[in-house]
């Protein structure tokens, strides 16, 4: 697929984007609003995860910074919500750097653990500091803007998923890219030709938590109440299942994941909270048997030579 | 007060010594963190209350069903889910994670999300050392679970099994070639790990309340004490296990009770960042 | 001046002794073999040199810098590139990204096309250009032994330490490898560091060998004096 026809289909597909909402109800706006946060969120533990090899617990709690920070800073110090998204996206990079560089010496199920550890810190502290967070009451926060629009969110909320994934695709397709998926695939090799595997992988983590900062600041001044749920291990799990089950290391595994399991969850919400036993049975299956993904599967099934010399997608 | 809190330090650090022995032998043997842990341990308790509250069965016939069913269980994942990674860290962790999630909802589902309680085994509370009342059935589970850690010890030091443990743990490819069937030795080591956390749960259970979360905080402190105490060292998790029960517990007692499980958290990071081989592990080549 | 010289390099792990203050110097343009009977150390001596490990003592100099104790990466970039004894390609990368990871580290300003267009002429100077659009995973062993090849060759090296290349190739092959390996220094002026079990072809090829035993320098000499040395025979024989 050449770049130029790449180009045309997304614009076709955001074109579509645009339009969607005007046809749908509240309810199914809300769905795809939360669609494009998972998006976000998936894209971003991608990079961590699907092309650097860092499998981290604690993007959710990058999120959760962000909506946090945003919040805070919003209900105590009276900054506007834009502000406080963009200091809560500074901190989680700074955050991100930090248990980038904290994790450069661990392999990975240290690193893991690590993020976990700091995952669950961060969501005890929120939880026991009632008197700044609400605990888990939840905060109550503006909006984004002065009155709430459905609508008007969701054109947000697509033009910073646009955002991030256009960091992404310059990213993945640059020479960082490839540094990237060289040190996934092998990290004692990579070094061997040059490649700077500290720098690289404190990158991703540092533009990676950025990224969740960013998602999970706007994702809280959507819901007007950030609770310690944004932050939590749940959702970590959420994000983990649709990149696993879209696809690890491809570019739109990430983004079909999001999408199809959102959609799913309304479904199954019918018969009763089971989404999450679902998403984890298929992801499971999936893990086990599709390792890469949905994407991955229609991979296998394209014949080996048709494949451009340069991955595009 | 002073003396409660190390009284449940020790109760909890012999529970954590047993799952964080589980937790060290599978990685030991398999290079695999089974995140899962926790979802075995609860659900030993779960087997334990089905069978001696509800279904009548005798208490201690209960646990050692429970155990056992675990332990097949255990055999039955490593087969299915682990093998196939056999080499890729990553590639199990996640599976390990998801399938805790997977059993965590499933409880929620089977079992619903309220408290359940096998019987006590013993009732009322002993007067120690004449200082305070405390309850037996903590006592026993004290006494039990040191009981069940000393036996595992035996095991692994002394019988012909465990030295085939040891020898596959330190190097596994000599272990090999001196004919050890390794891949059954996974699968019984794993089972062997789940049967651990299952004993855990089980001792445990008529103290703490079983639900479908509770084994969460039960495996990622167990984690803790293996890095700790250090990755395959056993003396490790048992120093390890009581060292993190007792901070947790004069902690909530004496700083707060809300950050009870934080001092574990910051242990594991400093304990990774000073010295990741921990307490007694074997340091990295 | 020697390209790289290894001075009392020891290498301790836990209790094992790998290298015991091994002195060895490799000059300028020209190919040493680095022979020795198996468990001699001779790819520990590598991982040394290339920054896999830092040696437990002494000092590795090359090209008049000491570069002892320096990581990897730090090392490929002053000019020292290697093979691996078991291939360690990007195997989910195509051949063709296979060698542009190493183009765009030997050169991260220069734009895409002239990375690709270096990327493709190492590989045809290997002969996998038609390889290019391949998973590096699905190549034969013979195939990523190349591949290999070609990603060293793309960080532009002074020296290039090959490990154990001739392993699994038949003699046609192997002549064919020691033809190419002689015109990386005749024709490219590279120096190459050579450990090989295949006695033939280093005896042809290398103008110096090294004879590494129980992680000490046995000797050095031409091929002729190691080949008839007998401590030489004594130890190959006593393995």
């Known amino acids: 697929m050449t770049g130029k ?59 959760g910074i962000g909506a946090y920070t945003s919040g805070i800073l919003a209900v105590k110090a009276g900054l506007h919500p834009w502000i406080g998204v963009c200091i809560g996206t500074a901190i989680a990079a700074l955050l991100g750097f930090g248990l980038g560089a904290l994790c450069l010496k661990m392999g990975g199920i240290y690193l893991s653990l690590t993020t976990l550890a700091f995952s669950q810190i961060l969501h005890i502290v929120i939880v026991n500091e ?135 969850e309304e479904y199954i919400r019918v018969y009763g909270e089971y989404h999450v036993l679902v998403f984890g049975l298929v992801a499971l299956v999936v893990a086990r048997f599709a390792p890469n993904g949905l994407t991955g599967l229609w991979r296998k099934f394209r014949p080996v030579r048709t494949q451009p010399a340069v991955k595009q997608i | 007060m002073f003396a409660i809190s190390i009284m449940n330090g020790l109760v909890m650090g012999v529970i954590y010594a047993l799952a964080a022995l589980g937790v060290s032998l599978v990685v030991g043997i398999m290079n695999v963190v089974n995140f899962a842990h926790g979802e075995l341990y609860i659900l030993a308790g779960y087997f334990s209350y089905l069978f001696a509250s509800a279904l009548g069965v005798n208490f201690v016939l209960a646990m050692v069903i429970a155990v056992g069913l675990v332990f097949v269980l255990g055999l039955l994942i490593e087969y299915l889910l682990i093998r196939p990674t056999y080499g890729n860290d990553m590639y199990s962790l996640i599976l390990t994670f998801i399938l805790s999630i997977v059993l965590q909802n499933a409880y929620l589902l089977i079992f619903g999300p309220y408290p359940n309680k096998p019987p006590l085994w013993v009732s009322g509370a002993t007067d120690v050392f004449d200082l305070f009342l405390y309850g037996n059935q903590r006592l026993a589970a004290l006494a039990a679970g040191a009981t069940v850690i000393a036996v595992i010890f035996v095991i692994i030091k002394k019988t012909w099994f465990g030295r085939i443990i040891r020898a596959t743990s330190q190097d596994r490819d000599m272990a090999e070639l001196n004919g050890v069937d390794t891949t059954r030795l996974n699968m019984l080591s794993f089972g062997l790990g789940c049967a651990l956390a299952a004993a855990a749960g089980v001792i445990l259970a008529p103290v703490f309340p079983v639900t479908p979360t509770a084994g969460v905080p039960v495996a990622l402190t167990a984690f803790v004490v293996v890095v700790l105490g250090g990755m395959g060292s056993m003396w490790g998790c048992v120093v390890g296990g009581l060292t993190l029960g007792l901070v947790e517990n004069l902690g909530a007692a004496f700083i707060s009770t809300g950050y009870k499980n934080v001092f574990g958290f910051i242990i594991l990071i400093l304990v990774l960042l000073v010295r990741p081989a921990g307490l007694f592990g074997r340091a990295k080549i | 001046m020697a390209l790289l010289e290894g001075r009392n390099v020891s290498k301790s792990f836990g209790g094992v002794q790998a290298l015991s203050q091994v002195d060895f110097t490799v000059e300028r343009g020209t190919i040493v073999g680095l022979i020795g009977p198996n468990g001699a150390g001779k790819t520990t001596l590598f991982n040394a040199v290339a920054g896999a490990f830092k040696p437990t003592s002494g000092r590795i100099v090359f090209d008049e810098a000491d570069i002892t104790g320096l990581p990897a990466n730090a090392v490929c970039r002053l000019g020292m590139a290697r093979t691996f004894q078991v291939t360690r390609p990007f195997g989910a990368m195509t051949c063709l990204e296979n060698v542009m990871v190493a183009a765009i580290n030997r050169h991260p300003q220069k ?102 035993d129980q992680g000490q320098v046995l000797m050095a000499g031409t091929p002729a004096e190691v080949v008839n040395d007998p401590r030489v025979i004594q130890a190959y024989l006593g393995e």
């Open chain 3, 111 to 212: 734009p895409r096309a002239f990375i690709e267009s270096m990327a493709r002429e190492k590989l045809s100077f290997v002969g996998l250009a038609e390889m290019e659009g391949f998973e590096a995973r699905h190549l034969n062993v013979i195939q990523k032994k190349r591949l290999e090849m070609a990603r060293a060759l793309a960080t532009e090296p002074k020296l290039l330490m090959l490990d154990e290349v001739l392993g699994g190739l038949n003699t046609q092959e192997i002549s064919q490898a020691v033809e190419f390996i002689r015109s990386l220094r005749d024709q490219l002026g590279l120096t190459v560091l050579w450990i090989e079990h295949v006695m033939g072809a280093i005896m042809q090829a290398a103008e110096r060998v090294i004879v590494l």
């Open chain 1, 130 to 264: 009632y008197n700044v967070t609400r605990g888990t009451m939840g905060l109550q926060v503006p909006g984004l803007m002065d009155e709430y629009s459905k609508i008007t969110y969701y054109y947000i909320m697509l033009a910073a998923a646009v955002l991030i994934l256009a960091i992404l695709y310059r990213m993945i397709h640059s020479n960082l890219g490839l540094n990237f998926r060289a040190v996934q695939n092998d990290e004692a090799a990579a070094k061997s030709v040059g490649v700077r595997v500290l720098r690289v992988r404190v990158l991703a983590f540092t533009v990676a938590s950025a990224m969740a900062g960013f998602a999970g600041g706007l994702y809280g001044h959507y819901l007007l109440l950030i609770t310690p749920e944004i932050p939590s291990l749940d959702l970590q799990f959420k994000v983990l299942a649709m990149t696993v089950i879209g696809g690890m290391g491809s570019f739109l595994g990430p983004i079909l994941g999001a999408f199809a399991l959102n959609i799913l």
């Open chain 1, 5 to 63: 026809k790449l180009a045309v289909i997304a614009a076709i597909i955001l074109s579509g984007m645009c339009v969607l909402p005007l046809g749908l109800g509240i309810y199914p706006q809300h769905v795809l609003i939360v669609s494009l946060f998972y998006v976000m969120m998936a894209s971003s533990w991608n990079l961590l995860a699907g092309y650097t090899g860092q499998v981290s617990f604690g993007h959710a709690a990058m999120a």
